[in-house]
């Protein structure tokens, strides 16, 4: 069974970055052809995808928040950590981690119960 835990703090002032880390157990993130994403949805919006790394290392982003994200890995811990810089009120949302194998909503199978953010001073 897959499972994908985040964490990270609930409370992130504006300006600063934003961090998350994904555990990850019953699957290698270095499986072949998966991806790993970070997934947000704010408050009555739909799922907004931030990016994710592959199975390989290479990395994607959301040409909306391409320059303020990074992704990486830490294969030795099996996590996958987000960084999100410059917060802003728009940031505050549930964060999700998910793995994929395409790229429709339909393609991901296995999600993190989520973690809510709140960005306020």
């Known amino acids: 069974q897959v499972q994908l835990q985040e964490s990270g703090p609930g409370l992130v002032k504006p300006s600063q970055t934003l961090s998350l880390t994904c555990t990850v157990s019953g699957a290698s993130i270095t499986d072949e052809y998966f991806h790993w994403s970070w997934v947000r949805q704010a408050p009555g919006k739909g799922l907004e995808w931030i990016g994710y790394?592959?199975?390989?290392?290479?990395?994607y982003y959301s040409p909306a928040l391409k320059s303020r994200t990074s992704i990486s890995r830490d294969t030795s811990k099996n996590q996958f950590t987000l960084q999100l810089s410059s917060v802003t009120l728009e940031d505050t949302a549930v964060y999700y981690c998910?793995?994929?194998?395409?790229?429709?909503?339909?393609?991901?199978?296995?999600w993190g119960q989520g973690t809510q953010v709140t960005v306020s001073s």
């Open positions: 998910a793995r994929g194998y395409g790229g429709t909503w339909e393609e991901y199978d296995y």
């Open positions: 790394i592959a199975y390989s290392g290479m990395t």
